[in-house]
């Protein structure tokens, strides 16, 4: 690709930019390229031209942004030019025109000398061609124009750095240049700048252009003067007449084979079959086309099983499986597959035997929900027959867009088959080739640019090229083609297309931005254009989106599959990027419903969704889903990746985290440069910084330090990838404890509230007294009064006299708390936070906060979700009670067990899931109090027959259809003592659907590993994560006598987070 110049932002007058690269998300120019989008986006309409000498767009200027004034007639005789002296503003608007018509230059800019008005004034010109070389035009409204003005224009041009490196000047002027001094000036200088190449454009060779630029002229001058002066523009093609409404009425209400115009033919053909079969059967295939033209395409397959049974009537069986074959590949072009596999049938029982091998491969192909082609392949390369071009174009394309790779493996099928299609299979299957053949792409380009080709062609090759634009990132050649192919595709009746087109205008602005108030308008000129026609460039029996919708309401998903792929394929055959991100979207979701994960997921990285890919790795489990490299592909795409790189870390292996780490922090590092093409909001580098974050402590401690370098002053609220980073470097990279540490309090005090919650974690707890450096900045935390910095104060430095000043204050808020208000709720409290607090202060003042906590539980005018944090509050200040009151709470928990204290204000719209029609979509959690109260009541059992009774209750609960209460009786049985829970079968628990029972399960399993170790096994290789490392850590801290053998299961481990907590020293059973 040759060079490219950023469009809009201010580049050296001399010399080319850095080249634009294939897949520019990772590009060297992406930082010229963004500023450029940048200086764009601040450009007003009304801003004064750009400064003289400097390049700019051509959209940033005046005069050259607006369109032409309505010209004067200018009606010449034939054979006559027109008269070019239109003044210097409207001469540079028509060159500027009949560049961008005649030469197809593109990404068109200017450059001013001179002052406008004066005898030096110019402009020069300067687009860039499809092979990516540039052309500068030279514009001298001159009205003479001799051989020393040609001299002093080239000699300036090859003086120096050229503009843009280009190899390719023309002279432009409104004055005559027939004589001969200026023909022989011009050979002299091209002889002595070989280089380049020179022309001259003087007013002859202008009018001779203008003769094929029908709407130039038009515009210009007028219609009139375009209808008699454009002599080389095509002739007009014969109006369409408008269609005969009664006639439609008629064929609709009575039915098509009943109107009176086919319904003689009919009887004809009926009648002469049983004599005349051959002549009946042309008949029949005459009103089956008739019927097909005119949309009744249902109708005429039934006439085209008449007109097989009259060929094979008349003997003529090998006319009739031709004729069927081809209908089958019909049907199959139309998305019709049941027609398609009826007519196969017919070609078999006729003569199937040049036919049947390729139909029946066609049909496994486009009936086959994971699109595998070898068998079709296989069948092409040995087919002789006539439509074999229209199934190397079904299966180019088809495989083309469902992989999203170019097709280069099937080359020579494309070859072959392009000698011996008709012209529009021909250009369908060149567009193919194009998108790995660069010279094929070129001359496509350009023949659509140079208006060579019929504005339905142009309109789909300027579509695709405009695709391949937004894929690589160069939006704004993507948004000039795209308006080339709306363009062509209006003019040539594609009214549908063209609204796809605009939409996908729309979606590079989303992409790419800028985003303002006219984000929209694309789409209220869709819905404009939508009105004048319906015309499109693909034929369908059925519009695939529509099928494929439909086959999901009906609870079809082969059907849903197979649609959703044609929808693809429309979608990216015709450059329509929107539909084509829409159908990406739909295929995944489908793929992930029916459990064929890995292709939902690279459906979901080629559309850019990177939420659903996050809740695809979720589903996926232990399973790494598919993934592709972090560059050479658009934003969107490297977003999703990396998106799915953090939500996967823990499946990463050790060696491909280090590997994926290097790569995400130059990532990283090119983004916060600008040096990445991606979104206005910068999401591609956000996504990468949060995956950096979710590795950054599995390499070394090396790239951890550039990961805490990268994220310095990347502060966003609820940054939780960062601040989780921090804590896991610590843990994981002894010597960085201190800096990761210190970032963790620096994100604290700027309120990120992730980190202020991870101050408090334990693993941190236990980690500060250690560095004294580090208390003291954590302290100051307490003193600027953020969350939770005052239960940081207490684990610190519980003798710190601001401690009791906090604990005080608690006291005072949990005791002055209002009682609350009939049709009124409030929620959310400190009620948990202030009963820890309070922890420090006297008997008598906790004994006043507990009984103020278990009024408020017991209260039922509160929500539930108030009743249950003070339950828990409350089990934060039972356990220093004396053993007369503890028996009291527990006395007053047991009747929150048994369920008697169940109902709460507000249960209805605050608690349960949330009403599918809710607008607020309030998921408020379980109304029981159970759960809670069970918590409360472990936490103060004291004899035997309290933790007995609590040990039954929690195991009552385990049977509860409720999650929250199968998980409260499983955290119940973890905290009662070994002797309690002696006779609760782990096995049982191990076979429970809750993760939490299974967790509990392992607890009890590590207790006596002997007798469970069957059951422990088991639970090694449970299908929850959060299982296997929570044996992993109660293995950790029993007799590693015992529990070897689990450890070397759970060493193995597919999770990182699970082999790290195997204590050193045991080795896997299996490689990781």
Known sequence: MGARRPPGGPVRPYGPPPPARRGAALGAGGAATRAARQTRTVTSVDEPDVPVGRWSVCASDANLRTPPEPGRPGNRPPGEDLDLALGWDRFEKLILAVARGTLGLRGMTFRRYGVQGQAQHGIDLAGRDTDGRWTVIQCKDYHTFTAGHLRAAVETFAAGRRPFGARHLIVATSAQTEATQLADELARLQDAHPDFELDLWGAEQINELLRSLGDVVARFWTRETARTFCTGAPPPGVPVPAPDRQ??????????????????????????????????????????????????????????????????????????????AELAVGALELGDRMTAKGLSSRTAELDGGAHAEVIGAALSYTGDPIARPNELVEALSRATVSYRPRLVLLLAE???????????????????????ADADVALRLRLVRAEYDSAERRTLLRSARRHQVPGRAAALISAREARRCALESRAEEAVDAWRDAVHDGIHDGLAEDAADWLYALRAVKVQFGPVTGDIDEEHRLAQAVRTTGTARLIDRARRPAEHARAAILANRPIEAVLAARRWLVDAVVTGSWADEMEALEFLGDVYCDTTELDRAAVCYQRAGRAQKLIALAGRAGDRLLPSGPLGGEPWWVLRARAALAAAQADLIGDAAAAGLLGELTGLVARGQAGEVVESPRSELTVAAEDAACALAHRGTAQQATAVLNLMAGRRRFGDRAHARACVEIAVAHPSLTVPALTRLIELAAGDVQAALKLTVDDRVLGLLPGHPELVTQAMRLADAGLYLSDVL??????????????????????????????????????????????????????????????????????????????????????????????????????????????????????????????????????????????????????????????????????????????HAGAVALSELPAADTHDVDPALLAAHDSPGVREMSAILCVRRPVRYRDTAMALARDPEARVRRTLAEAAARADPVTTGEIMSVLAADVRHSVRAAVPRGHTAADPP
């Open 247 to 324: 006639a439609q009425a008629e064929r609709i209400l009575v039915g098509p084979l009943a109107t009176g115009d086919v319904l003689p033919l009919l009887r004809e053909a009926d009648r002469r079959r049983p004599a005349e079969p051959e002549a009946a059967a042309r008949l029949y295939g005459d009103v089956a086309t008739r019927l097909s033209d005119d949309g009744f395409r249902g109708h005429s397959v039934l006439l085209r099983n008449r007109q097989l049974d009259a060929l094979a009537a008349a003997g003529l069986r090998s006319a009739a499986a031709d004729l069927a």
């Open 793 to 966: 104060r207490r684990e610190l430095q519980p003798d710190h006299p601001a401690v009791k000043a906090d604990a005080a204050a608690a006291r005072d808020r949990i005791l002055a708390r209002q009682s609350p208000e009939p049709g009124h709720a409030e929620i959310g409290s400190r009620l948990v936070t202030d009963a820890y607090l309070t922890g420090v202060l006297g008997a008598g003042d906790r004994r006043s906060c507990l009984d103020r906590l278990l009024d408020i539980a017991e209260d039922t005018r509160e929500t539930a979700a108030n009743r249950q944090e003070a339950l828990v509050a409350a089990r934060n200040l039972v356990a220093a009670e004396t053993p007369e009151d503890r028996a009291g709470v527990f006395a007053r928990a047991r009747a929150f067990v048994i369920g008697e204290r169940d109902g709460s204000a507000f249960d209805g719209e605050l608690t349960g899931p949330a009403h599918p029609l809710s607008f607020l979509r309030v998921e408020g959690g379980t109304a029981s109090l159970r759960g809670d109260g069970l918590y409360l009541a472990v936490g103060c059992a004291d004899t035997d027959v309290e933790r007995q009774w609590v040990r039954d209750r929690a195991v009552e609960l385990l049977r509860s259809p409720d999650p929250a209460l199968v």
């Open 398 to 420: 088809g495989v083309f867009a469902t992989d999203g790779v170019a097709p280069v493996e099937l080359d020579d099928l494309i070859g072959s088959a392009v000698a011996h």
